[in-house]
């Protein structure tokens, strides 16, 4: 059988390669660094994403459940100067968060994926850099991440993320809570996170991130006694430029993880997608027709969502703080009652996880007591309207896709 070559061996290369290695191909993956581990430079590390672990699982034909952490800490939720909890008695957490380790460790989900690989007779080759798309054979699934090298060659549209992080030894007393907060500091937002022994924080932008961002974050964390560590900055890039993404075939290569554009372009969630992406990615070198269809359903909603990013991102933080305050302390009477009308934008915003569509922020929308009948009609005219609307049965289609999945391949999870 022919040997299918991925260049990367980040999460989407990682089940592309497990899956058609199962499928009888021979499998190559070209990777730059010296061996696993994910993005050059940044791990280990540990991010934060909702997850349907049921599908996810179903989809990839893996169970990854020993290998990612359900987050049951609460959440706190900085904006300037207020601070939210959610979970453990504070207002109700209503989407699970899992946590997911990247890097070398044998905690890692990298390494996991990488001995599944391994034992499946999956060929590695490391510490080869590759400049150029077309240096590989057609029908090659480009699975970088988010290096700017293959965007620039397969002139994919693609925005700078700067930002800096740290990763020391966890402490008790960093385990007590996930912390996710926006301010002046960035366009984006801060957060930081302990388990498996590692405690991690993150600050980052999609425009270029200067000094002076991270003393403004340093004197935030520091009024809330949270200690500073040292920082390490980085720079990537993500292919949210453009409405044209996401897309699963560029230029004769089959596009996987990133790269294909499956990451979330509000709050850049990209792991739930890049799992989901390589086993599409696989798809696409056994059947591309129906590999075609199952990603159009995966990224349904991706455009919707990219509009709310693209509009968010071009307001500077100082109008956001006002706006917030203005909200906050002017009109939180009026917020209360009639902001359940808003669930629209909260829903597109949720719907841009690729995959993933049971809301992590709509739940928290809920209509007011008074408001309970009008919300009936106003959701009723929504309806309506969707239904009028191009792409109407996506929903209904990508229910129907999971629980194909799900039917197919839980009863098998345990013996793949
Ligand atoms: C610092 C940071 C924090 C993040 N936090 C979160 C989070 O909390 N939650 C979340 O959901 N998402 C998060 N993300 C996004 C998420 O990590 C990515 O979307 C996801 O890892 C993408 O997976 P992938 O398979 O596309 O690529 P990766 O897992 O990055 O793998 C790409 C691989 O390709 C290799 N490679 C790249 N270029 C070449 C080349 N030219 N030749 C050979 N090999 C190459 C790289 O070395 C790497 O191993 C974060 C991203 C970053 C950078």
Not at 383 to 407: S, V
Request: one cysteine or more; a positive charge.
């Amino acid at each position: 059988m022919k040997t299918v070559h991925i260049l990367g061996a980040g999460l989407g290369g990682l089940v592309a390669a497990i899956n058609l290695a199962r499928a009888g191909y021979d499998v190559l993956v070209i990777e730059s660094a010296k061996g696993i581990g994910g993005i050059r430079g940044f791990h280990p590390s540990l991010h934060v994403t909702p997850m349907d672990l049921d599908f996810v699982n179903a989809y990839t034909g893996l169970d990854i459940a020993g290998n990612v952490k359900k987050l049951d800490q609460p959440l706190r939720v900085g904006l300037w100067e207020d601070e939210y909890l959610f979970g453990k008695n504070r207002l109700p957490m209503k989407t699970p968060l899992y946590g997911v380790e990247r890097g070398t460790k044998e905690t890692s989900m990298d390494y996991f994926l990488y001995s599944r690989a391994k034992a499946l007779g999956v060929k590695f080759l490391f510490s080869t850099f590759i400049k150029k798309a077309g240096d590989l054979p057609p029908g090659s699934i480009i699975a970088t991440g988010l290096h700017p090298e293959m965007y620039k060659d397969l002139e994919i549209p693609h925005r700078k993320i700067e930002g800096f992080s740290f990763c020391v030894q966890a402490d008790k007393e960093n385990e007590k809570d996930i912390h996710v907060c926006m301010g002046d500091f960035a366009t984006d937002y801060y957060y930081s996170v302990a388990f498996n022994g590692l405690y991690y924080g993150l600050l980052f932008q999609r425009n270029p991130m200067e000094y002076k961002c991270l003393v403004e974050l340093e004197k935030m964390l520091s009024s809330k006694a949270e200690k500073v560590h040292k920082w390490v900055p980085f720079t990537c890039c993500g292919p949210t430029k453009s409405f044209r993404q996401p897309q699963l075939f560029r230029k004769g290569k089959i596009m996987g993880g990133s790269m294909a554009g499956v990451g979330d372009p509000v709050l850049c969630f990209g792991i739930h997608g890049a799992l989901l992406s390589g086993q599409t990615a696989a798809l696409a070198v056994m059947d591309p027709q129906k590999a075609r269809q199952e990603f159009s359903l995966l990224t349904h909603y991706y455009r919707r969502a990219w509009i709310i990013a693209q509009i968010s991102n071009q307001v500077p933080t100082k109008t956001r703080r006002r706006v917030y305050r203005f909200v906050r302390y002017r009109v939180p009477g009026l917020l209360a009652r009639y902001g359940y009308y808003l669930h629209p934008f909260t829903d597109m915003v949720d719907k841009g996880i690729p995959g993933y569509w049971k809301g992590y922020f709509s739940p928290y929308i809920v209509p007011h007591e008074k408001e309970k009948k009008r919300a009936a009609l106003f959701d009723k005219a929504l309806e309506a309207i969707a239904r009028l609307c191009p792409g109407k049965n996506a929903a209904e289609e990508l229910e129907a896709l999971k629980k194909r999945y799900i039917t197919q391949n839980a009863k098998h999870l345990e013996t793949i």
